[in-house]
C-alpha cells in the first residue's frame, strides 16, 4: 500500500487525526476536498495556506521549496490549499500525521478508478512481468493472459512463481504462461535471465518493470548495494538495458515502470545513493529508488527516439497487496482485524491497480507515446525534480557505473 501504508495512514481517515509532528503548522491542514466530487469528500475547515511560512513558502518539515505552484510540497504532495485531488494523496499526508477530515466513505468507486478501456488483445505478443507472483504484477500478468499473450513472470522464488503461472493457464486456459526466475538483488541473476531470454525468445513486445521492495530494514543485496536502489531501480535498469536489443527488433514494443506517487518525496542524493554516509531512513530510500525509477523512464525515452520503443512509468494507486510486508501492517492482528476493513473500503483491489499497467501495455491510443508519468489511466506531471534532464542523464551514467553497463 505504498506511501499511506502504516497505521496512521487508516487512523488518520477515521479520527481526524492531528499533526504528530512537534512543528504542529501542518496541523492547519485540516480539509480533503476531492475535486469534482464535493459530495463524496468536503473540504471541512479551509486551511488558512499551504505553507505556514507564508514569506519563505517553504515546507517546515523539509524545508524544501516547491519550483511549481502546483506541486505544493514534495513532502506531502499538496496539489493546493486544502485540496489533495486524490484519495492516494489524502492518505499520503495522513500518514505523515496530518490532519486530514474524511467525511463519507462513499468514496470506494472513485478509489478504484477505472478500467482499462482498450479491449486489445495480445495474441503473438511476448510479455514479461517482473514480480509476478502476487500482487499488482500477478494481476497484470493475468490480464494480458486473458488477452492472449505469451506471458513471462520473473520471480525469484520459482515455487511461488510455477504455482502463479499454473493458477493463471488454468484461469485463462492460456498455456503459454511461464514461470521463470529472476532476483534482482543479485546482478548475476538479473544477467542469467536476460540471457536466456535472448536465446530463447523470438520477441519482447512489453516488458513491465513491476517487482519492488518498500520499506525494508537496512539491508543490501548480494553486490552490496542498499536493497530498495538495488531491486526497484538498478536491478531493472540492468534488465531493460541488456534486453534493449530484443525489444528493438521488436518493435513497436514497449516498456513499463512501476513508480509510485511516492516519488514525489524523494530526493537523489549523489553523494550517498547507497546509504552508506547517513543514517539509513527506510521511507526516504524507497522514495529514492521510485523518483530514481521516473529519471531512468525519462532517460531511456530520450535515447530511444526514433527506436519504435517507448517506455512509460506509472503510479497504480494504493492498493492491497504484499507491499507493506515490512511496514508492520501484516505482523500485527490489531492492523489485520481493526484496520483490515477500513483499507479494503479505501484501497484498490489488486485487480483494479493492474489496470494501469495493462492499459500501457495495450492501449492503441498510446501509440509512440514515451517518457511520460500516468497517475491510474491519466498523464500527469510528476514532481519537479523528476524532470530534471541533468538529474536524468547524472543518475543513468552512475546507474551504468554500479551495476557495470559498459560504453552506456
Ligand atoms: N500496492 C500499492 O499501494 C502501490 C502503490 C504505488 C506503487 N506500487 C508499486 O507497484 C509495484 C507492485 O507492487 P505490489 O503492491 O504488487 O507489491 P507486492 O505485492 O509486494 O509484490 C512485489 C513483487 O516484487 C517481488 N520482488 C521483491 N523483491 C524482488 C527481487 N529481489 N527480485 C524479484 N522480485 C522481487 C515480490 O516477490 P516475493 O513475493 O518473492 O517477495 C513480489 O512478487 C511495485 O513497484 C510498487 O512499488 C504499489
Redesign the pocket.
Known amino acids: 500500500?505504498?506511501l499511506a501504508l502504516g497505521l496512521g495512514a487508516a487512523s488518520g481517515l477515521v479520527k481526524e487525526k492531528r499533526g504528530e509532528r512537534d512543528s504542529g503548522n501542518w496541523g492547519q491542514i485540516t480539509g480533503f476536498k476531492c475535486q469534482g466530487e464535493s459530495s463524496d469528500f468536503i473540504d471541512q475547515a479551509h486551511n488558512p495556506g499551504m505553507y505556514p511560512d507564508q514569506e519563505s513558502k517553504r515546507c517546515p518539515t523539509n524545508g524544501a521549496t516547491p519550483a511549481r505552484a502546483d506541486v505544493g510540497c514534495c513532502q506531502c504532495a499538496m496539489t493546493g490549499p486544502g485540496q489533495f485531488g486524490s484519495v492516494d494523496r489524502a492518505l499520503a499526508c495522513s500518514l505523515e500525521g496530518f490532519q486530514v477530515r474524511f467525511q463519507s466513505v462513499k468514496g470506494r468507486d472513485y478509489v478504484a478508478g477505472g478500467a482499462c478501456p482498450s479491449k486489445a488483445t495480445l495474441q503473438g505478443k511476448t510479455v514479461i512481468v517482473?514480480?509476478?507472483?502476487?500482487?499488482?504484477?500477478r494481476e497484470t500478468a493475468l490480464e494480458l493472459a486473458r488477452r492472449g499473450g505469451n506471458i513471462i513472470l520473473a520471480?525469484?522464488?520459482m515455487e511461488?512463481c510455477e504455482a502463479a503461472a499454473k493458477a493463471i493457464r488454468g484461469e485463462t486456459l492460456n498455456h503459454r504462461v511461464n514461470a521463470r526466475h529472476?532476483?534482482?538483488?543479485s546482478l548475476k541473476s538479473v544477467r542469467e535471465f536476460a540471457k536466456k531470454i535472448i536465446e530463447e525468445e523470438e520477441k519482447v513486445h512489453v516488458l513491465i518493470n513491476?517487482?519492488?521492495?518498500?520499506r525494508c530494514p537496512h539491508w543490501t543485496t548480494e553486490d552490496g548495494f542498499e536493497m530498495q536502489l538495488g531491486?526497484?531501480h538498478l536491478?531493472h535498469f540492468l534488465l531493460t538495458n541488456l534486453l534493449l536489443d530484443k525489444l528493438k527488433a521488436s518493435a513497436p514494443s514497449r516498456i513499463i515502470n512501476?513508480?509510485?506517487?511516492?516519488h514525489v518525496a524523494g530526493h537523489i542524493d549523489f553523494e550517498d545513493l547507497n546509504w552508506e554516509k547517513r543514517k539509513y531512513n527506510t521511507k526516504a530510500a524507497y522514495c529514492q529508488s521510485?523518483l530514481a525509477i521516473v529519471l531512468f523512464t525519462r532517460e531511456l525515452s530520450r535515447r530511444l527516439q526514433g527506436t519504435g520503443v517507448t517506455v512509460n512509468a506509472l503510479?497504480?494507486?494504493?492498493?492491497r497487496?504484499?507491499?507493506g510486508?515490512h511496514t508492520g501492517m501484516h505482523s500485527s492482528a490489531f492492523s489485520s482485524f481493526t484496520l483490515g476493513p477500513i483499507f479494503w473500503l479505501l484501497?484498490k483491489s489488486?485487480q483494479l491497480?493492474a489496470q494501469t499497467s495493462t492499459y500501457l501495455a495495450v492501449a492503441e491510443d498510446l501509440e509512440g507515446v514515451s517518457g511520460k508519468y500516468f497517475d491510474g489511466l491519466r498523464e500527469k506531471a510528476p514532481a519537479p525534480e523528476a524532470e530534471d534532464d541533468e538529474v536524468a542523464r547524472r543518475l543513468w551514467a552512475e546507474s551504468a557505473r554500479l551495476v557495470g553497463l559498459k560504453g552506456s
Open positions: 500500500m505504498d517482473t514480480g509476478a507472483n502476487t500482487g499488482i504484477g520471480c525469484r522464488d511461488k529472476l532476483d534482482l538483488a513491476n517487482a519492488a521492495v518498500m531491486v526497484n536491478g512501476l513508480s509510485s506517487l511516492a521510485k503510479h497504480p494507486g494504493v492498493a497487496t504484499e507491499l510486508r484501497v489488486p491497480a
